[in-house]
Nanobody, 119 residues
Framework: QVQLVESGGGLVQSGGSLRLSCAAS????????MGWYRQAPGKERELVAD???????NYADSVKGRFTISRDNAKKTVYLQMNSLKPEDTAVYYC?????????????WGQGTQVTVSS
């Protein structure tokens, strides 16, 4: 069974930095996409950034130049380095893992980690 465990959230002042980690366990197809999403109170969940096992990285416009996503395939872990944080970055951040085997898709989510940026 695949599980995703996030860590690294917390409270930080505006302009500060945090690094999120998401470690996957279980049997995972080698060709996949790992990503970070976030959901603020009263808002829909949105993509922050994702990184395929091979291919180009995708960032939301709101985080370009401030956030960096990376992955360690040997550790089955994805990271999100968040710099120059703003109060509007406050949200629960979720890790997502997807892959396809033929026509069948697999999608897994982490439990979420709270990021709070104070002004």
């Amino acid at each position: 069974q695949v599980q995703l465990v996030e860590s690294g959230g917390g409270l930080v002042q505006s302009g500060g930095s945090l690094r999120l980690s998401c470690a996957a366990s279980g049997s995972i197809f080698s060709i996949n996409v790992m990503g970070w999403y976030r959901q603020a109170p009263g808002k829909e969940r949105e993509l922050v950034a994702d990184i395929p096992s091979g291919g180009s990285i995708n960032y939301a416009d709101s985080v370009k130049g401030r956030f960096t996503i990376s992955r360690d395939n040997a550790k089955k872990t994805v990271y999100l380095q968040m710099n120059s944080l703003k109060p509007e970055d406050t949200a629960v951040y979720y890790c997502k893992l997807v892959w396809w085997e033929g026509r069948r898709g697999y999608e897994y989510w982490g439990q979420g980690t709270q990021v709070t940026v104070s002004s």
